[in-house]
Nanobody, 115 residues
Framework: QVQLVESGGGLVQPGGTLRLSCAASGSIFSLAVMGWYRQPPGEQRELVATITRAGSTTYADSVKGRFTISRNNAKNTVYLQMNSLKPDDTAVYYC?????????WGEGTLVTVSL
């Protein structure tokens, strides 16, 4: 059974930084691709970034150059470093994992970017 536990969300001012972490447990296959999705208030969930076990990454255009996804395979942990945060980044951020995509989801952590 896969468990994903996010941490690191909170309130930050525009231009600030936050680092999200996701501690995962499960088989090597279920953790092959890990990622972050987000759901802004009143909107649909959207992809933020993904990373494979080998370190290949993808990013949404809206976060390229500002967010960095990384993972520590030995610790089964994935991170999302978020810099230059904007009010539009306000959302619940979900950690995901799967063999090829987001098959498993965490409970989410709230990030609020506001003065």
């Amino acid at each position: 059974q896969v468990q994903l536990v996010e941490s690191g969300g909170g309130l930050v001012q525009p231009g600030g930084t936050l680092r999200l972490s996701c501690a995962a447990s499960g088989s090597i296959f279920s953790l092959a691709v890990m990622g972050w999705y987000r759901q802004p208030p009143g909107e649909q969930r959207e992809l933020v970034a993904t990373i494979t076990r080998a370190g290949s990454t993808t990013y949404a255009d809206s976060v390229k150059g500002r967010f960095t996804i990384s993972r520590n395979n030995a610790k089964n942990t994935v991170y999302l470093q978020m810099n230059s945060l904007k009010p539009d980044d306000t959302a619940v951020y979900y950690c995901t994992s799967g063999l090829t995509g987001p098959q498993h989801w965490g409970e989410g952590t709230l990030v609020t970017v506001s003065l």
